[in-house]
Nanobody
Framework: QVQLVESGGDLVQPGGSLRLSCAASGIIIRIYAMGWYRQAPGKQRELVATIRSGGSTNYADSVKGRFTISRDNAKNTLSLQMNSLKPEDTAVYYC?????????WGQGTQVTVSS
């Protein structure tokens, strides 16, 4: 079965950095477009960043220039490097295929940006 397990979330001060990881099993992420999503309190889940099988990336305007999505094919993991974090980045972060046509959502990892 497909499992996607996110980790790396933490409490961090504004301006700080975090690196999130997504360990995948039951699926080879290299051959799929993948994405990082987030859901803030009271808001709909939103797409933050995507990476295609060929390696090209796209980002939401709100995180462009601050976040970097990457993939380690050997380890079958997906990462999200987050720099210059803002309180508005506070959310539960998830990884999944893009588009997320299957119910592969994991528990996510909590990122809290606060002073």
């Amino acid at each position: 079965q497909v499992q996607l397990v996110e980790s790396g979330g933490d409490l961090v001060q504004p301006g700080g950095s975090l690196r999130l990881s997504c360990a995948a099993s039951g699926i080879i992420i290299r051959i799929y477009a993948m994405g990082w999503y987030r859901q803030a309190p009271g808001k709909q889940r939103e797409l933050v960043a995507t990476i295609r099988s060929g390696g090209s990336t796209n980002y939401a305007d709100s995180v462009k220039g601050r976040f970097t999505i990457s993939r380690d094919n050997a380890k079958n993991t997906l990462s999200l490097q987050m720099n210059s974090l803002k309180p508005e980045d506070t959310a539960v972060y998830y990884c999944n295929l893009h588009p997320s046509i299957n119910n592969y959502w994991g528990q996510g990892t909590q990122v809290t940006v606060s002073s």
